[in-house]
């Protein structure tokens, strides 16, 4: 009896080992087309980080005309004194979401100069709650410029990194998920190309482009299709799957 209790119980520590084994790594890599990616999360700046304080002055940059109005049915275009009052109400109020918790700071260096970029929302609470997304690059000067931006309406949660950074074997530039569009930064263009880039482009300009041997072009070529099997893998590697209630 002792025998066969203790075969069984070697047999239950097998079981819960494997299972164990096979929990632990599962999901930090994603392969596509023989290419791997992973989370580029944790980038450490060369320059000192400023305060949230200082990164603020930066959202007047935004440009809030697109934002819905209190009344969505409100289709009158924003004067230029309703712009600056929301810019200016953005630089007040600061990185905070519509809960009134500090907005998570994500750093990264997404062009490749050696200068940080960051990333971060900001929203503002009430029954119609508008979160807005940025994303900033780092210039050599000390400055940040807005490069990229979208906004939710009324969603219920925010977004902790609107922009998630992606490590693509073999690429020196990380891919950027926005959603399940994806985009690279072009350092000759000083532009990004995204998956939209590649839809609204004409069969020659594709032809043209991969002629000329533009990475960013095969790559995107390559992952766009798996956009969306890619953002559920991304939010998925992240706290609350990369969304905080309020």
Same mark, same amino acid.
């Given at each position: 009896?002792?025998?066969?209790?203790?075969?069984?119980?070697?047999?239950?520590?097998?079981?819960?080992?494997?299972?164990?084994?096979?929990?632990?790594?599962?999901?930090?890599?994603?392969?596509?087309?023989?290419?791997?990616?992973?989370?580029?999360?944790?980038?450490?700046?060369?320059?000192?980080?400023?305060?949230?304080?200082? =990164? +603020? !002055?930066?959202?007047?940059?935004?440009?809030?005309?697109? /934002?819905?109005?209190?009344? $969505?049915?409100? *289709? %009158?275009?924003?004067?230029?004194?309703?712009?600056?009052?929301?810019?200016?109400?953005?630089?007040?109020?600061?990185?905070?979401?519509?809960?009134?918790?500090?907005?998570?700071?994500?750093?990264?260096?997404?062009?490749?100069?050696?200068?940080?970029?960051?990333?971060?929302?900001?929203?503002?609470?009430?029954?119609?709650?508008?979160?807005?997304?940025?994303?900033?690059?780092?210039?050599?000067?000390?400055?940040?410029?807005?490069?990229?931006?979208?906004?939710?309406?009324?969603?219920?949660?925010?977004?902790?990194?609107?922009?998630?950074?992606?490590?693509?074997?073999?690429?020196?530039?990380?891919? =950027? +998920? !926005?959603?399940?569009?994806?985009?690279?930064?072009?350092? /000759?263009?000083?532009?990004? $190309?995204?998956? *939209? %880039?590649?839809?609204?482009?004409?069969?020659?300009?594709?032809?043209?482009?991969?002629?000329?041997?533009?990475?960013?072009?095969?790559?995107?070529?390559?992952?766009?299709?798996?956009?969306?099997?890619?953002?559920?893998?991304?939010?998925?590697?992240?706290?609350?799957?990369?969304?905080?209630?309020?």
């Amino acid at each position: 009896m002792k025998i066969l209790n203790l075969q069984i119980l070697c047999f239950i520590s097998t079981i819960a080992a494997c299972v164990l084994a096979n929990s632990q790594p599962t999901g930090k890599t994603l392969e596509i087309d023989g290419r791997k990616l992973t989370l580029e999360m944790h980038t450490k700046c060369p320059q000192p980080q400023p305060s949230r304080k200082e =990164l +603020a !002055k930066y959202l007047a940059q935004y440009d809030p005309s697109g /934002d819905p109005r209190l009344d $969505i049915r409100d *289709e %009158t275009p924003w004067s230029r004194e309703e712009i600056k009052e929301t810019q200016d109400w953005l630089v007040e109020n600061g990185f905070y979401y519509p809960n009134g918790k500090k907005s998570v700071i994500t750093w990264m260096d997404f062009d490749g100069d050696g200068i940080c970029d960051f990333t971060a929302s900001a929203g503002i609470g009430g029954m119609r709650s508008i979160d807005r997304m940025f994303l900033f690059r780092g210039l050599s000067n000390g400055q940040y410029q807005l490069v990229d931006s979208y906004h939710t309406y009324m969603e219920g949660s925010s977004i902790l990194v609107p922009y998630i950074p992606i490590k693509v074997s073999g690429e020196k530039l990380p891919v =950027l +998920a !926005k959603g399940q569009i994806l985009m690279q930064w072009q350092n /000759d263009g000083q532009q990004f $190309i995204t998956c *939209e %880039t590649l839809s609204s482009a004409t069969l020659s300009e594709k032809q043209q482009q991969l002629e000329k041997n533009e990475k960013s072009w095969k790559l995107l070529t390559t992952l766009c299709p798996y956009g969306q099997k890619i953002a559920d893998w991304t939010v998925n590697q992240l706290p609350n799957k990369n969304k905080m209630p309020y």
